[in-house]
């Protein structure tokens, strides 16, 4: 079973300030993806990314797949308290359906004003 | 509807009790997935249709967990005999493909408390 590993696992800070968030496997990922969750809601997709050293950019959010294929990061510039929220990354493994994700434990992020 | 519905929002039940979920996907998609998610953790698969039958169960945790969708289309999730461990939000996804890159879309999730 391939596991995910984020850190940090809880990150309080102040609006304004930059974040970067970790997602690692000791194995390879076919694909990897970022969520959002908000408390009482589902996971969102934020993206997907695919090719090793592909970098994707969502207004203030940076995402980064490492070269190979086996870690990936989240980079938010000038927090806003909307960005609070449970940040997950997911997988799937080779051969599976898209679908059948492998979650990681989530970073809760807090954005105080 | 717009979204992924899923009911109740929140359920309550006695240990050993019986307990339906219930999972109204977006029109159109095919593909349709139970998550189960524990307070602090990330979303567990645990069940795939795509249409009407089970194209990968090997989540379920045990055979007091079952899942159906007769008509490809609405799904239930069914639990017998609660033990407080299965006390749990419930997710519940579809797409409109189990193969290629389909986006997911999650429903806001049941709620389960196994008192």
């Known amino acids: 079973t391939q596991l995910l590993e984020q850190s940090p696992q809880f990150l309080s800070i102040q609006e304004g300030e930059n974040l970067t968030v970790y997602c690692n496997s000791s194995s390879v990922f076919s694909s990897l993806q970022w969520y959002r969750q908000e408390p009482g809601e589902g996971p969102v997709l934020l993206v997907t990314?695919?090719?090793?050293?592909e970098v994707k950019k969502l207004k203030r959010l940076t995402f980064q797949f490492g070269d190979a294929r086996k870690d990936s990061s989240l980079h938010i510039t000038a927090a806003q308290p909307g960005d609070t929220g449970l940040y997950l990354c997911?997988?799937?493994?080779?051969?599976?359906?898209?679908?059948?994700?492998?979650f990681g434990q989530g970073t809760i992020l807090t954005v105080h004003p | 509807g717009a979204g992924v519905s899923q009911t109740p929002s929140n359920k309550v039940t006695e240990k050993g009790k019986y307990v339906e979920l219930r999972c109204d996907p977006i029109?159109?998609?095919?593909?349709l997935y139970w998550y189960r998610q524990s307070l602090g953790q990330g979303p567990e698969f645990l069940i795939y249709f795509q249409g009407t039958g089970a194209a990968d169960d090997s989540g379920l945790p045990n055979d007091r967990f079952f899942a159906v969708r007769p008509e490809g289309s609405v799904s239930t999730l069914k639990i017998q005999r609660t033990e407080r461990g299965d006390s749990a939000v419930y997710l519940c996804a579809s797409s409109r493909a189990g193969f290629g890159t389909g986006e997911l879309f999650f429903g806001e999730g049941s709620r389960l408390t196994v008192l």
């Open positions: 029109s159109g998609h095919t593909a």
């Open positions: 997911a997988s799937t493994r080779p051969g599976t359906s898209y679908g059948k994700l492998t």
């Open positions: 990314v695919v090719t090793g050293g």
